[in-house]
């Protein structure tokens, strides 16, 4: 992993947590399922654009449609979905959990159907880094709170969607530039999900501009913008590696609620926070004589 992919790494971690400030100003205002749809609508939107102002941003979509599709549905619609579905009853922290067995499930199916092993210290890493996620939200986690199966089923099916996305743009997308794989899997799935959007949105209620903000940038930068990073690394990295993300993400977001929203900074994010650096730092295989130069 070079120095160009750390920092791509955790800028990319730092977009996707402000995901969940967006969700919490623009989801009260346009419904969950509305919200998602509508991101993923803006996200297709803002790859259109790319499309249209460089034909090279095109090249290879129309020939690896059936790939797209798949990706464009088991990494954006399908899970944007059963988040929102989910969240309505579970709390953030067990969301958080959940959301970090992506990277597990995404070595899983490296290593079961594309021969693509996992050395025992990133194994031990991703361990590490669920085991800090755990402690890092722990007060919601054993708050008593969305303990209901189902909604975290939902949330898991979502992991599994991220994971296999992720491998499948590994393994049958290589040849497509990082736009390329974001463009066609987001104009599809913004497809899929205009019909919701359309069904879902809450006609008749003033929605105040501060909501239209955050499903605007959640769907441009947190999801078009971002996947483009995402591909490049997986294209760079590897699945399991690229999807450790969601170990860090719960750190950016905790900040950020400390920060923009004055939400309360714990000493059990703070050691969580250590304990999920380490992990990463062992699953990603990192070596910083390596970074050093």
Avoid at 7 to 28: E, N
Avoid at 81 to 103: D, K, T
Avoid at 231 to 243: C, D, E, Y
């Amino acid at each position: 992993m070079t120095r160009r992919d750390l920092i791509i790494f955790f800028t990319l971690s730092f977009m996707w947590s402000l995901s969940f400030i967006f969700y919490r100003v623009g989801v009260p205002e346009f419904g969950s399922l509305a919200f998602a749809s509508l991101r993923v609508v803006f996200a297709g939107l803002t790859m259109l654009i790319f499309v249209l102002l460089n034909s090279k941003n095109r090249q290879g979509i129309r020939e690896n449609y059936k790939a797209l599709t798949i990706v464009g549905l088991f990494s954006a619609a399908i899970p944007f979905v059963l988040f929102s579905f989910s969240a309505q009853s579970v709390n953030a922290g067990v969301l958080a959990v959940l959301n970090a067995s992506v990277p597990m499930m995404s070595g899983f199916i490296a290593s079961t159907f594309f021969n693509d092993k996992l050395s025992k210290k990133q194994i031990l890493g991703l361990i590490i880094g669920v085991v800090g996620v755990i402690i890092l939200m722990s007060e919601h986690l054993f708050s008593g709170q969305g303990s209901d199966l189902l909604p975290m089923g939902y949330a898991l099916l979502a992991c599994v969607g991220y994971a296999t996305g992720a491998n499948i743009t590994r393994n049958y997308l290589g040849d497509l530039s990082p736009i390329a794989i974001t463009a066609g899997s987001l104009i599809i799935a913004s497809l899929v999900m205009l019909p919701i959007a359309i069904y879902e949105f809450p006609y008749g209620k003033s929605i105040n501009l501060k909501a239209w903000l955050s499903v605007i940038c959640i769907g441009v930068f947190s999801t078009a913008i971002a996947l483009i990073f995402m591909n490049q690394l997986i294209k760079s990295i590897g699945a399991m590696r690229a999807t450790s993300i969601t170990l860090v993400i719960p750190i950016f977001a905790i900040v950020f609620g400390y920060v923009l929203l004055g939400e309360a900074l714990d000493t059990g994010a703070i050691i969580g926070s250590g304990v999920i650096l380490v992990g990463t730092y062992l699953s990603l295989n990192l070596s910083l004589k390596k970074l050093a130069h």
